[in-house]
Structures are given as C-alpha cells and as structure tokens.
C-alpha cells in the first residue's frame, strides 16, 4: 500500500504528498471488532510499552543492528513464534488478531489505513471497447453497489469501520463534519436496485445493450472489466475484490479477474496510461503517514488532474468544474474562516461522491505484532511503519544494542530516490530510519518531529519557530506551547525572498522582480536552526551538512518543472504548477545561524502545522533526505537521457528510472560520479556557488566515492541508522546504528502510553416525542476519570429511526470526566414513533482520536 500524507503544502514542497501501500477504532480502549461495524472495546491495551527508560549516553538508535527482511502476512506470526523474526512491522488486519493473542504476542493497535476501489476515468483509445468508468454516474452507482457493513463483518471479523468517504471515518475532520458524513452514509446505503438501475441507465445511453443472457455487450462483444486484484499483503484485498466481482457480475458485467501482488499490479494501475485500457478496476490501499488532523488535502489528492500524485489515473480524471475548484482551493487554504472552510469540505465530500474516482469500502483497524521482550513505538493514526517516531524508540525492552529482525510485507516496490522514486510504505518507514527530517504527514515532515498520538510536532532539529498569521485565519494557537504565535493584519513578503525559478539562468526569481507591486502572504514561519548545526549533524559518509543541501532541495523541485531544464519532467510540472499559487516566497537571512523565513498563502489549522524548517528531505512527499552532491550526480545522469527520476518520463524515454540502492542505475550513476569528481562539478552553479567552497566540493564528492566503495549504494541520510548493506533481489537490508548522530538515544522515550479515552454513555430507554430527555456521558483514562482540561468536545448527534441526522450539538460537563446531553422538547418533537439512537463522539486533547459511542432507545407519542 502506499502512504499517503495529508497536508504537506508547508513545509519546503509541502504539496500533499502521499505513500502509497497496503494497509489499516473504538467505544472504549483499544477496541475489538464490534458486530454492529463500528468499534468496540477490548480488555486492554494492544502492548504494553517498556517501563521507565533509563537515561543513557548511546547516541543514535537503541539497536546496533536492524535488520529487514519481506515476510508473508500468513507467516509472520509463526515466524515470531519460531525467533525467525522479532517485529513483523506491517500491519495486519483484524482477522488476525485472534491468532495474536492465541501465540501470546504483543502487538500494536491503530487505525486509519484504508481500502476500497480505484476506478479508471478514461475513454480507452480503442473505440471498439468500452470503459464504463469513464462515466460519472457509474462511478456514483458503485457506492450503492458495494455493501460496506457485509465486506466489514465478512472479511474483517467487524473489526474495520465501513468506509464512505475520502475523510478517515470517525478521526478528527470526520468528527468535525459528522452531520454531512452520517448524511452521505445514509444517502449512499447499500442498495443494489438502485445500482443496477443507474448503471443500466447510462450503458444504455454509452451504447451498450443488454444481451438475453442479462450482460451487457458493446459493439457486439461482452463489456469484460479488467479487475487488478491485490493477492499479497494482509490477504483482505483478495476476498474484498472477489466480492466486488460477484456485485458486478450481477449488474451485467464480465470481469476478468487479474490477481497479483503490489510489484505486479503497480506498474499497471499508476505505471500505464489509462487510456490504454490495461485495467478498469484496482483494489487500491492508502496508509496516512501518521496522525491526520486537517484531510482537507485529500479531495484534490484523490480525485483531481491536479493531484500531487501526478500520474495516472488521476491526470486522466475529467473532474466536475465544482469539485477541481474546491479540491484546489481547498488544498491551497483559500478561505477565510473555519466556518467557510467547513461548508466548502461538506460540498466537496457530496461532490467526491458523485465523482467517485475512489470508491472507499473500510477504514481498518489493524495490528503489528512483536515479541515480548520488544518495545515499539507507533502512530495511533496508522502504526509503526507510517510513524516516524517509531524508528527512533525500537528496542528490546530489556537492553540497549543487539540486532533485531523485522519483517514487513514487500522491499523495493519500485527503485529508491527521494524525488519521484518509491512512496511504498515498508519501503518509506526504513528511508525515514535514515533521516533526521522527512515528509510524514504535515510541515513536521522536515527538521521537526512529529507527535504519534496528536499529529502535532515538537522541534527536532531546529532550535526555535515563531509564526505569524493574518488576522482572522482558523488558525489554533500553539498546541503545544513550544512556539510564538503572533496574529497579525498584513505580512508584505520581502523583496528578496525566493519565489520562483528561472531555469535558463538556474537563479531564484525574487519577489521584487516577479511582484514589482508588492505581494501578501497569509503566513509567515521563522526557523532558526542551533548555532553548531554545521558541526553537529553529518551525512551518513561523514561530511558535514550545509546551507548548500537546504539550497539544492529547493532549486531542484522548482527546476524539474521547468520546460527550459535541463531535467524537466512533465509529471513534476503539474505540482510545481500546483504549488507556486500559494507559496509566497523563502529566504535565508542569517547562514550563521542559519535562519530560514517562508512565506504562504496555504495553511494548516494548527499552528505548529505551519511551522517550515525547509529541512533536505524530499522534496516531493517522499521520505528520505537529500544531500546535493547525490541531486547533482543525479541531474547529470537524467540530462544525458541515461536515467530519469521519474516512472512516467522513463517509460517516455525507454530508460532506467533511477535507483540509489540497487540494479543497473548505479552503473550510471557511478560514472556520473566519477565525472563530478574530475571536474569539480558545482550543480546550478550560479546559485549553489554562493553556498560552496571548492573545498567541501572536493570533499563532498571524495566521500560519496568511499561511500558507493564501502556501501555498494548511493543512499545517504543524517538520521539515528545508516543504510549499510542491500540486497534488491533478495528483498532484505541491514540497518546498522549511526554513532556520530547529535541525539541520545532516549530523547523520545516518554512516547510509551497514549491517554485514549473510553466513554459510557446511559439514558432513558423510552423517550417521549415533545419532551426533554437527558443522557448520561461518562468519560475515563483506564481507571480514573478523564480530566476535563483534556477534553476539546464532547459532540452529540441525535438520529430518526430511518438513521437521518435530526440535530447536532455539544454536551455539558458536570463534573470531572462526566458530561450531560439535554435533547430538549424542539429536538425530541422531530422524532417518529420506534427506534432512535444518539452517539456521542469525545475529542480529547492528549490523542487525536476520538472516542465514540451510541445509545438506542425507544419513541413513543
């Protein structure tokens, strides 16, 4: 599966990146499945995390040793058993839990991994052969098509929550939007009449007929759907599209049923022009990079051309002109308020809908396991893997040192570079091992760490932020206090601030010459890093970091957008055409410190979410970090037509897209390397020359020489473990502890114990229509009762007996951990005679999770 990051438009190119993979909520603790399709509670936590952390004096990681390994899902937990492995990283889903706890395993517990279908938008170049996906209204009908609560209990054990919506079901944005969200579920009910009437409505108008056999035919032949059908991974994806199979085959379709596994399927699904017609269906699987507070992203991300993702099918989707401009305004932060901000997501959602590019079918709830002398780390949000924090805490809870086996579902899906190379989650969860900063779910994504159990971030590598925001911006003031936080009436971006790229000259454009009138910007970040940053942090091979890697991360996105580039990739146009609108500018104004200002018109709702440390990590959404004498090997390599960055432009050119770290691309990329070397090769010299001395140009390239000699790769980073050894073929690495990293080993210990809430919530059995009725909501923290100052909401939604929403509204506290909900005699009047439910969702402050429940209860006149 690949990971998706929510909103990234903040950080050096933030631009809403996302990881794709296969992957993964709850009344009470950590939950079990629950019959009724919603989450229930389970006895106790999925892990216990280790006692107390000692202090210690190991920099770097707690392990010497980690090494990676792929391992089938069906036998990871006898290979836990057998010592073969100690941590199976990949999330399995909750058809396995069972076999867990039977094995005496600990394991991790989180959600918001997601599965569903992705449906190719294209009129196939073929005109004798139909894609019924190349209309909207059969996209739509797909939703009623699909029984989400059947694949649920059916597939899932109950244990995943049925998805509707591109917004993670019941995390902090559906929370916020849960009157529209339960609306469009009910909208949207299973009902297969209503399918197959819409779907034989607009075959008929596309030219099909319905043949005496009940199938439908075009052009005298069957229409046969070509279903990319994942046989790897949690083995859910399989029986998911079987399913779906039979659902289309009973509304007239042939399907020929293409199982595969992710490195198979890949390269047809994202890797083919849609119009081709190699595949109209794909059990697609997305995985956030961590906890997702503000999905608003995802609209633009998952349905429109201008996704980050940049390929197809999503450059192939004709969208309604509505949704195209919501999905980028959205994405870019055009609004002014919270309240406008919401209603346009609430129209969006409705619009996403009837585009249906993605047909979601569950949210997951998911495991990892590991043994019991093992202590993990992970997202609440999406697990160990999409965790950055993860790395930085795995351990054995008994030790510091020794080698730990961990398996994982796939390695190297597709080749490793940190421009357009692999986004596959086992893939990106061991590039973020070798980073201090990376793209993982929000502007944490470089220079800051990111908070598994809020979605927040605390600084890592910088040493202070302030941010400035226009007034009236649906900003949250400073969460978690580490920062200043200054609202202000107007930001004038500076004259000399960086804010596009002249590719011919290979200059930044200042703002002075692109806005001669002035130009505004909504947000204002400031980062000063530490005043010994240049002596402290080191590439993995030894030399220093430098303004120089900030410098190149940047110039080289905005360049490969360029037609006059020497590297221009047409892909990669379509996001730097998608992020110049917002972004306002950066600048350097001190190297010693090194203080880094950026300026933007895209913002996230938290105020440590705007924060920019333009750290050297990827500049595309991708994890793993950038040093700019790899970029600069690199760019020689793709501008002598050897190797591309890019799947899309290597398929164009019939050349080898680039891989640091194994097949015929270091061939190539040692030659460029040697080249570099003799000539002193500065990349973008007219502006890069102003950050390098020859020196450390000389220096740069000997080392990466000793490096590839040493290593057999090209894959360096600054993070706690190095990549030291790689084996492509064999689908295995060894990770081993960087000892030269500036951080002990324990800075990120008190991560161990999420504060989730479990709440009660009791009333009246009987309710009388036209009178007040109050219900009881009792909220707690394992055995103590949840303290009020750590609780943001606690929401109400009171529905009629045909499940439609009849009034929203929030509880009262009274008393520690208690809350009341009045429904008064307005509200109770709307409802019919029989059954009526009310479901309360508690947001706390400590988790972003909240923790929902239901009442049902009887009316009577």
């Avoid at 009724?36 to 210690?56: H, L, N, R, S, Y």
């Avoid at 069906?74 to 909750?94: H, M, R, T």
């Avoid at 900030?550 to 360029?562: E, H, P, Q, S």
């Avoid at 090769?681 to 390098?692: D, G, M, N, R």
Wanted: glycine share 8%; net charge negative.
């Amino acid at each position: 599966m690949k990971v998706k990051n929510a909103f990234k438009a903040l950080s050096l190119l933030v631009i809403l990146g996302l990881l794709l993979a296969a992957c993964a909520p709850s009344a009470e603790t950590p939950q079990e499945p629950a019959a009724t399709g919603e989450p229930a509670a389970t006895d106790a936590p999925a892990a216990e995390p280790a006692e107390e952390v000692p202090a210690t004096e190991r920099r770097g990681g707690w392990l010497d040793e980690i090494v990676f390994s792929v391992v089938s899902s069906d036998s990871a937990v006898s290979q836990l058993q057998a010592g073969a492995i100690d941590f199976y990283s990949f999330n399995l889903s909750s058809n396995s839990l069972q076999e867990i706890k039977d094995a005496g395993l600990n394991y991790t517990q989180s959600y918001g991994g997601n599965y569903g279908m992705s449906l190719n938008p294209a009129i196939f170049d073929d005109a004798t052969r139909l894609n019924p996906f190349s209309n909207r209204k059969i996209r739509e009908a797909m939703n009623w098509l699909i029984d989400r609560n059947y694949v649920n209990q059916e597939i899932y054990g109950g244990g995943s929550l049925p998805k509707l919506l591109p917004i993670t079901t019941q995390l902090v944005e559906y929370t916020n939007l849960v009157e529209t969200a339960r609306a469009l579920e009910t909208k949207y009910a299973y009902d297969l009449e209503k399918a197959r009437a819409q779907i034989a409505a607009e075959m008929e108008a596309m030219g099909a007929t319905l043949g005496d056999d009940g199938k439908w035919e075009f052009n005298g032949e069957p229409v046969t759907l070509i279903f990319l059908i994942r046989s790897d991974g949690d083995g859910t994806r399989q029986p998911m599209g079987d399913y779906v199979s039979n659902q289309l085959e009973e509304v007239g379709f042939m399907v020929d049923r293409q199982y595969k596994t992710s490195s198979e399927a890949f390269p047809i699904w994202l890797g083919s022009v849609a119009s081709e017609g190699q595949w109209n269906l794909y059990t697609a699987g997305y995985l956030p990079s961590g906890l997702t507070r503000d999905e608003r992203g995802n609209i633009q991300q998952y349905y429109l051309p201008t996704s980050v993702q940049a390929s197809e099918p999503f450059i192939s989707n004709v969208a309604d002109p509505e949704l195209q401009d919501l999905g980028d305004d959205l994405a870019q932060g055009n609004f002014n308020t919270k309240e406008e901000r919401d209603a346009m997501m609430a129209r969006a959602l409705e619009l996403a809908l009837e585009d249906s590019l993605f047909v979601w079918v569950v949210d997951q709830l998911v495991y990892a396991p590991y043994n019991t002398n093992v202590s993990v780390t992970y997202d609440l949000g999406a697990g160990y893997e999409a965790a950055f924090l993860g790395n930085y805490n795995i351990r054995f809870a008994d030790q510091e040192g020794g080698t730990m086996n961990v398996g994982t579902n796939d390695l190297f899906t597709q080749p490793w570079n940190t421009i357009a190379g692999s986004n596959w989650v086992w893939d990106s969860n061991i590039m973020r091992a070798t980073s201090m900063g990376t793209t993982s779910g929000g502007s944490y994504s470089s220079g800051a760490m990111g908070d598994p159990y809020t979605g927040l971030a605390w600084p890592h590598r910088f040493e202070s932020a302030s941010l400035e925001y226009q007034t009236g911006l649906p900003i949250t003031d400073n969460n978690l206090g580490w920062m200043d936080v200054q609202e202000v009436d107007e930001i004038p971006v500076p004259e000399d601030a960086w804010v596009d790229w002249d590719a011919t000259s290979q200059t930044f454009i200042n703002a002075g010459e692109k806005f001669p009138d002035g130009v505004t910007a909504k947000t204002k970040s400031t980062v000063i890093y530490p005043a010994d940053l240049y002596e402290t942090v080191k590439w993995h091979d030894g030399s220093p970091i430098s303004v120089a890697d900030f410098v190149m991360t940047f110039a080289i996105f905005l360049d490969r957008g360029k037609p006059e580039s020497a590297v221009y990739d047409e892909s990669a146009a379509l996001s730097v055409d998608a992020y110049l609108p917002s972004f306002k500018g950066w600048r350097i104004t001190s190297t010693d410190p090194l203080t880094i200002e950026y300026y933007s018109d895209a913002y996230a709702a938290d105020a440590e979410l705007n924060v920019a440390p333009l750290w050297p990590s990827s500049p595309t959404g991708l994890s793993g970090e950038n040093n700019w004498q790899t970029l600069a090997v690199s760019n020689l390599a793709e501008a002598a037509g050897e190797l591309t960055f890019s799947s899309d432009k290597a398929d164009a050119l019939k050349v080898e897209q680039m891989s640091w770290v194994g097949g015929p691309s270091l061939e190539v990329m040692k030659k460029y390397l040697d080249q570099a070397k003799s000539e002193g090769f500065v990349p973008y010299e007219a502006t890069l020359s102003q950050f390098l001395t020859p020196e450390e140009v000389a220096l740069r390239y000997e080392n990466m020489s000793k490096w590839y000699d040493d290593h057999g790769h090209f894959w360096v980073g600054t993070g706690p473990y190095y990549l030291d050894q790689v084996f492509t073929t064999e689908k295995s690495l060894v990770l081993k502890n960087n000892t030269e990293f500036p951080d002990f080993a324990d800075r990120w210990s008190s991560f161990k114990d999420p504060k989730r809430a479990t709440v009660v919530l009791d009333g009246p059995g009987q309710v009388t229509a036209g009178q007040e009725a109050s219900f009881d909501v009792t909220i707690n923290f394992k055995d103590d009762a949840y303290p009020n100052q750590d609780i943001k909401q606690v929401k109400y939604i009171l529905y009629g007996s045909a499940g439609d929403v009849l009034a929203v509204g929030d509880a009262e506290a009274v008393g520690e951990g208690l809350f009341q909900v009045t429904l008064d005699a307005d509200a109770t009047s709307k409802l019919e005679t029989g059954s009526a439910k009310l479901e309360v969702a508690v947001v706390p402050i400590p988790v972003a999770i909240p923790a929902f429940t239901s009442f049902e209860f009887v009316v009577v006149k």
